[in-house]
């Protein structure tokens, strides 16, 4: 049997669990609601040619959740050589990002920032 170059997935779930983040090997991430398993957004990155892979990602919402337009989900991401940047997962719109980050920490900025965006 041969071996298969087989890479994980990595997710996050918002704070209270209501919404699930999902990346993917390829590099798209779909955001999923748990309580009815519906399919709320996809999200790749807008470079198809890219020298780094995302580490690590968080995710939280941010404002009202009754009506979509008045509240964002935000999901972080880290990546492999040190970026991070957090993204409406709604609109696919860059809200922040940090560059030249020390790589290997991302996951360390993220832990960091992700509380501050609930506050936001």
């Not at 009815?36 to 995710?59: I, P, Y």
Request: net charge positive; hydrophobic share 40%; proline share 3%.
């Amino acid at each position: 049997m041969a071996k298969e170059n087989l890479k994980s997935l990595i997710t996050s779930f918002t704070p209270k669990g209501d919404y699930c983040a999902i990346l993917s090997p390829d590099g798209i991430v779909k955001l999923w609601n748990t309580s009815d398993g519906s399919l709320l957004a996809e999200w790749k990155h807008a470079d198809s040619v890219t020298d780094f892979s995302f580490s690590c990602m968080a995710c939280g919402f941010v404002g009202k959740k009754r009506r979509k337009e008045q509240g964002i989900c935000l999901i972080a991401l880290g990546t492999t050589i040190g970026d991070v940047l957090a993204i409406n997962a709604f609109t696919s719109e860059v809200k922040w990002k940090s560059i030249g980050c020390q790589p290997g920490k991302a996951q360390d900025i993220i832990v960091k920032v992700v509380p501050l965006l609930h506050l936001a």
